[in-house]
């Protein structure tokens, strides 16, 4: 039973701010490793960072200087702090976790928060 939940998502001009949070129902969240995803209508999902649950991170190229991904372990979430936002980062949103532990261990996903970057 793992449920992600995401949060955060909203209209905001360019060059704004957004923070995004996951919360996740799991037994040990540090044994995810989470991740941020985002999709446009008829595009195909990309990855926008993860981070591990040691705190290790990637980025996608296009967001790299501007994101940053973040958990907190005792509260089994996950954050993505968004700055100098471009009407290219409008899309959905979705958060990823998938266990360290298990061989073969599936991966979980959120029902996504939008974020619309526009004047």
């Known amino acids: 039973q793992v449920q992600l939940v995401e949060s955060g998502g909203g209209l905001v001009q360019p060059g704004g701010s957004l923070r995004l949070s996951c919360a996740a129902s799991v037994s040990i969240f540090s044994f995810y490793t989470m991740g941020w995803y985002r999709q446009d209508p008829g595009k195909q999902r990309e990855l926008v960072a993860t981070?591990?649950?040691?705190?290790?991170?990637t980025y996608a190229d296009s967001v790299k200087g501007r994101f940053t991904i973040s958990r907190d372990n005792a509260k089994k979430t996950v954050y993505l702090q968004m700055n100098s936002l471009k009407p290219e980062d409008t899309a959905v949103y979705y958060c990823?976790?998938?266990?360290?532990?298990?061989?073969?261990?599936?991966?979980?996903w959120g029902q996504g928060t939008q974020v619309t970057v526009s004047s």
């Open positions: 990823n976790g998938k266990s360290t532990v298990r061989v073969g261990a599936p991966n979980y």
């Open positions: 981070i591990t649950g040691g705190g290790s991170t």
